[in-house]
Nanobody, 118 residues
């Protein structure tokens, strides 16, 4: 079993920056593809960014050039650096761990609120 603990959310003005962190425990971190997903009220959870164990990244078109996902396998931690934030980025951001081989094995964090408003 894996537990994911997120931190770093908060209130920020448009154009500002935040860094989200997700600490994982309970398994070999590098086996999992890690991701960040955002969910606004009344909307479905949407992919923001993913990073595989070897470092390959994938981003939603809406955040390309503004957000950067990274991971530190030794620390079992994944990060999301969020720059040039826009009001439409406002959402609850969830950390996800997906087993690369056993695709039915997936874990979610509790979510952290990011609010972009002046």
């Amino acid at each position: 079993q894996v537990q994911l603990v997120e931190s770093g959310g908060g209130l920020v003005q448009p154009g500002g920056s935040l860094t989200l962190s997700c600490a994982a425990s309970g398994s070999i971190f590098s086996i999992f593809t890690m991701g960040w997903y955002g969910q606004a009220p009344g909307k479905q959870r949407e992919l923001v960014a993913t990073i595989a164990g070897g470092g390959t990244t994938n981003y939603a078109d809406s955040v390309k050039g503004r957000f950067t996902i990274s991971r530190d396998n030794a620390k079992n931690t994944v990060y999301l650096q969020m720059n040039s934030l826009k009001p439409e980025d406002t959402a609850v951001y969830y950390c996800n761990a997906h087993h690369t081989i056993l695709r039915g094995l997936e874990y979610w964090g509790q979510g952290t609120q990011v609010t972009v408003s002046s």
